[in-house]
T-cell receptor
Framework: DTEVTQTPKHLVMGMTNKKSLKCEQH?????MYWYKQKAKKPPELMFV???????INESVPSRFSPECPNSSLLNLHLHALQPEDSALYLC??????????????FGPGTRLTVL | KNEVEQSPQNLTAQEGEFITINCSYSVGISALHWLQQHPGGGIVSLFM???GKKKHGRLIATINIQEKHSSLHITASHPRDSAVYIC?????????????FGEGTQLTVNP
């Protein structure tokens, strides 16, 4: 299994809703990432997990809450989002954390719309 | 000025043409990644390189560390190559877990 899966593919939520995005990989990768991508822009790093521990939080608002329950699974919990949070949310994984030596494998993304 | 600059921003080619996309960066790096993003969102890693040249099928990537410049070449281009190509660099920071992305090059290959 050489892919990163993300569910759901599409999500529409209101500003008062609580929802979660899920990402899974079974390649034994030890680093997992959440990115946010707006239209026609490159991905922006949100969080990095290394060996199931949060190693980087790029000053992301607390309405986004990441969780790594085990080495294969990464969640992003969403609460009280704003319309400007509408974007494509991409998950990625890599064998190790040093991107000088490790390629990233990306999931297909979850397209989130906040009404 | 962005740390990673790509050119051109948009490129239209006819099927069969040789294509070059350029990436210049202004910081010290440990590696450079070329990524491909198709409409719909999925990103695929094409190359990771820190020196020299790599080839995979019709794709060739080169890097000149002294000149802080990399190129992605596509030979015998095909409409299925239409995508956004993104250059990203891994800096020299301790964690090494961040990539700095260029703005991307939108490539359209017409039949």
């Amino acid at each position: 299994d050489t892919e990163v899966t993300q569910t759901p593919k599409h999500l529409v939520m209101g500003m008062t809703n609580k929802k979660s995005l899920k990402c899974e990989q079974h390649m034994g990768h030890r680093a997992m990432y959440w990115y946010k991508q707006k239209a026609k822009k490159p991905p922006e790093l949100m969080f990095v997990y290394s060996y199931e521990k949060l190693s980087i939080n790029e000053s992301v608002p607390s309405r986004f809450s990441p969780e790594c329950p085990n080495s294969s699974l990464l969640n992003l919990h969403l609460h009280a989002l704003q319309p400007e949070d509408s974007a494509l949310y991409l998950c990625a994984s890599s064998p190790g954390t040093q991107l000088a030596y490790n390629e990233q494998f990306f999931g297909p993304g979850t397209r989130l719309t906040v009404l | 000025k962005n740390e990673v600059e790509q050119s051109p921003q948009n490129l239209t080619a006819q099927e069969g043409e040789f294509i070059t996309i350029n990436c210049s960066y202004s910081v010290g790096i440990s590696a450079l990644h070329w990524l491909q993003q198709h409409p719909g969102g999925g990103i695929v890693s094409l190359f990771m390189l820190s020196s020299g040249k790599k080839k995979h099928g019709r794709l060739i990537a080169t890097i000149n560390i002294q000149e802080k410049h990399s190129s992605l070449h596509i030979t015998a281009s095909h409409p299925r190559d239409s995508a956004v190509y993104i250059c990203a660099v891994a800096g020299l920071e301790t964690s090494g877990s961040r990539l700095t992305f260029g703005e991307g090059t939108q490539l359209t290959v017409n039949p």
